[in-house]
């Protein structure tokens, strides 16, 4: 490569729950700039969620955590050209790449939901990736499927 790789942002941890992650994931559902609405929609979505997390006998962000890890994938497929044929190459994600992977779907499907607010959304899907269920977690399974099926070509890793 020409171009040295650009250095990794440190990341300040979040107000309330002095966590990075917290900070990664209000980052990936902030719109134009709005950090403190993002917060705001992430903390009152915890504090949506919190009664279901004493069931459970967790806090709420350990639930959110819980459920992050539910939905986060650990193989993906590649299109990978070979003598004119493109195949669906299996291969493995980076740490990175996975927990903000995870985030994002978890986003993008809270939005789909249908609610009042975000927040609201945001809770529903929290809780039903917690249970390993929902759209993040069923967007997982499909890329493992995808991986799975495609295990014959993963000798074209590259």
């Not at 990936?28 to 969620?49: E, H, Q, V």
């Not at 994002?104 to 607010?117: T, Y």
């Amino acid at each position: 490569m020409r171009k040295s790789k650009p250095k990794k942002r440190v990341l300040l941890p979040d107000p309330k729950f002095n966590d990075t992650l917290v900070t990664q994931f209000v980052n990936n559902l902030m719109l134009d700039g709005k950090k403190s609405i993002a917060y705001t929609i992430f903390y009152s979505a915890l504090d949506l969620m919190k009664d279901k997390a004493e069931k459970e006998g967790k806090p709420a962000l350990e639930m959110w955590k819980k459920a992050l890890e539910n939905i986060t994938p650990s193989v993906e497929v590649k299109s990978r050209r070979v003598g004119g044929a493109t195949f669906q190459v299996p291969t493995e994600i980076r740490s990175e790449r996975k927990v903000s992977y995870s985030m994002k779907n978890m986003i993008l499907f809270a939005r789909k939901r249908s609610g009042k607010s975000m927040a609201e959304k945001l809770s529903a899907e929290i809780v039903a990736a917690y249970n390993q269920e929902g759209g993040a977690y069923k967007k997982k399974e499909d890329m493992h499927k995808m991986a799975e099926a495609n295990r014959a070509f993963a000798h074209f890793r590259f």
